[in-house]
């Protein structure tokens, strides 16, 4: 078990660029029902990953803001839902999918190049288990 061979790949992964508005990104959490989204600069690097929490704090905290001016990048916590190098070891990717639902996935220049669920590495080590039980 490898990186490569768990990733969804970006082009698979619903994400949001920094300068989206949040009237934006609100229609694409509502639209796919996400709970966190990764989001990337204009050169494609991962920034962080931005939540559900993030969006009500902002609104709670500014109830008058022009959600169409306002972007994502204003609320977003960098850091938060750290990433992995695409070369990392399982164990670390593990290791992050304890406290995130999904691992963002970078490469060496800190592109993201897409995602881990924990759902994917449980089904994963759950196959590789019952082959080595029964063999299959």
Known sequence: MNIPSLLIPKAN???LHSKDSIEFALSIFRQNSYQAVPVIN???VYRGTVTEGDFLYFLMDNPNADLKKVKVRNILREGYYD????TASIDKLLIKSLD???VPVTDD?????GIVTRKVIFKEIYEAQ???KYGR
């Open 83 to 86: 990433s992995v190098k695409i």
């Open 100 to 102: 995130q639902n999904f």
């Open 42 to 44: 204009t050169e494609g």
């Open 13 to 15: 992964v619903e994400y």
């Open 130 to 132: 019952l082959k080595e």
């Open 109 to 113: 220049r800190n592109v993201f190049v």
